[in-house]
């Protein structure tokens, strides 16, 4: 991965007995942090700031976290628990450090209960139907994860969000997004601009996604640490990719080949997160869709998670899912359907 890039995040800390819960007595805690993980940490004026190597700077943000979450229900952390909670964190798998037993699936589970934790401050991502709580089991239980479904359902959204949490604890050291960029009637040749300015129009609602949970100049940091890198499909040809999450989006819109290609980029201690909606196949014969051909060879695979949402996991304007069941009744004849057997399952 080369040199580590150096990370510079500010956190806000509570007032009155709940601010020295976090920071401790005579900044107890913050010493503890800074002697075990090696990172600069000051708190002045209600403003906590980490300076550090990306991972550790991820760590003790988490540790924060805790601790603002114990002072905040008036339950301080011990020093012990302290100790143990930061041991708990550098045990999570980076840079090739060894997994400890059960700590990723203890931490699923928080994430499926209260959220998911990214780096904008006091925000949490969390599953808003039991549709996407089932799709957020198959991404922490399988290290490559197929999720169909129609526009709203979060399939995008929540992986991005999983991507962005698990960087955030040094789970992964590497974010890869990745678009084919298929033209839906529009020729991207005759598109103004350089090949950049060509494909960021398809890769723009990962970016949205990514500006949802990061403030602009932390996404910028990360791209030019190459921490998260945001690429047309063509170019993962070649690739291997250790310790990196990667998620393909509009997965529909890949050819056969071409999803052969980039499941293979799979690297150790990699994941997989495949998204698309076979409603919307851009590509001349839809019968040539990768994603609808590699569910159907891979459903049966160990440590290969497929999971089908449909218009009652639409958590966009109620409009929306009238839209999409409107659309699903005229292709099943007018049945009324809930669109579970509207596209193939998954």
């Given at each position: 991965?080369?040199?580590?890039?150096?990370?510079?995040?500010?956190?806000?800390?509570?007032?009155?007995?709940?601010?020295?819960?976090?920071?401790?007595?005579?900044?107890?805690?913050?010493?503890?942090?800074r002697?075990t993980?090696?990172?600069?940490?000051?708190?002045?004026?209600?403003?906590?700031?980490?300076n550090?190597?990306?991972a550790a700077?991820?760590?003790?943000?988490?540790?924060?976290e805790?601790?603002?979450?114990?002072a905040?229900?008036?339950?301080?952390?011990t020093?012990?628990?302290?100790?143990?909670?930061?041991?708990?964190?550098?045990?999570?798998p980076?840079?090739?450090?060894?997994?400890?037993?059960?700590?990723?699936?203890r931490?699923?589970?928080?994430?499926?209960?209260?959220g998911?934790?990214?780096?904008?401050?006091?925000k949490?991502?969390?599953?808003?139907?039991?549709?996407?709580?089932?799709?957020?089991q198959?991404?922490?239980?399988n290290?490559?994860?197929?999720?169909?479904?129609?526009?709203?359902?979060?399939?995008?959204?929540?992986?991005?969000?999983?991507?962005?949490?698990?960087?955030?604890?040094?789970?992964?050291?590497?974010?890869?997004?990745?678009?084919?960029?298929?033209?839906?009637?529009?020729?991207?040749?005759?598109?103004?601009?350089?090949?950049?300015?060509?494909?960021?129009?398809?890769?723009?609602?990962?970016?949205?996604?990514?500006?949802?949970?990061?403030?602009?100049?932390?996404?910028?940091?990360?791209?030019?640490c190459?921490?998260?890198?945001?690429?047309?499909?063509?170019?993962?040809r070649?690739?291997?990719?250790?310790?990196?999450?990667?998620?393909?989006?509009?997965?529909?819109?890949?050819?056969?080949?071409?999803?052969?290609?980039?499941?293979?980029?799979?690297?150790?201690?990699?994941?997989?997160?495949?998204?698309?909606?076979?409603?919307?196949?851009?590509?001349?014969?839809?019968?040539?869709?990768?994603?609808?051909?590699?569910?159907r060879?891979?459903r049966?695979?160990?440590?290969?998670?497929?999971?089908?949402?449909?218009?009652?996991?639409?958590?966009?304007?109620n409009?929306?899912?009238?839209?999409?069941?409107a659309?699903?009744?005229?292709?099943?004849?007018?049945?009324?359907?809930?669109?579970?057997g509207?596209?193939?399952?998954?």
């Amino acid at each position: 991965m080369g040199d580590a890039c150096v990370l510079d995040i500010t956190l806000e800390l509570p007032d009155g007995d709940q601010r020295v819960g976090v920071t401790g007595a005579a900044e107890r805690n913050l010493k503890i942090l800074r002697e075990t993980l090696g990172v600069h940490i000051t708190a002045r004026n209600g403003v906590l700031t980490i300076n550090g190597d990306d991972a550790a700077v991820g760590q003790a943000s988490r540790i924060i976290e805790r601790l603002t979450d114990s002072a905040m229900r008036d339950e301080p952390m011990t020093r012990k628990q302290l100790v143990d909670a930061i041991a708990a964190v550098t045990s999570l798998p980076h840079a090739g450090a060894a997994v400890a037993p059960g700590s990723i699936a203890r931490q699923s589970e928080s994430d499926i209960a209260y959220g998911m934790d990214v780096y904008l401050p006091d925000k949490r991502i969390k599953a808003m139907t039991e549709g996407q709580r089932h799709y957020l089991q198959a991404i922490f239980e399988n290290d490559l994860t197929f999720c169909s479904g129609p526009a709203g359902t979060g399939k995008t959204y929540l992986a991005v969000a999983v991507a962005v949490a698990m960087l955030k604890r040094g789970q992964v050291r590497k974010l890869v997004l990745v678009r084919p960029a298929v033209e839906a009637g529009e020729k991207l040749g005759f598109l103004p601009g350089d090949l950049q300015d060509k494909v960021n129009p398809y890769l723009r609602p990962l970016l949205d996604a990514l500006h949802d949970m990061m403030e602009f100049e932390h996404i910028q940091r990360f791209m030019a640490c190459d921490l998260i890198e945001i690429v047309p499909l063509a170019f993962m040809r070649g690739r291997t990719l250790n310790d990196a999450l990667i998620i393909l989006d509009e997965a529909q819109n890949t050819t056969k080949g071409q999803m052969l290609m980039f499941l293979t980029r799979l690297g150790m201690g990699g994941k997989m997160i495949v998204t698309g909606d076979t409603s919307q196949i851009d590509l001349d014969d839809p019968r040539e869709s990768g994603l609808i051909d590699a569910v159907r060879r891979l459903r049966r695979i160990r440590g290969v998670g497929m999971v089908t949402l449909d218009s009652v996991d639409i958590v966009r304007h109620n409009l929306v899912q009238r839209i999409v069941k409107a659309y699903e009744c005229g292709q099943s004849g007018g049945s009324g359907g809930s669109g579970a057997g509207d596209t193939p399952s998954t």
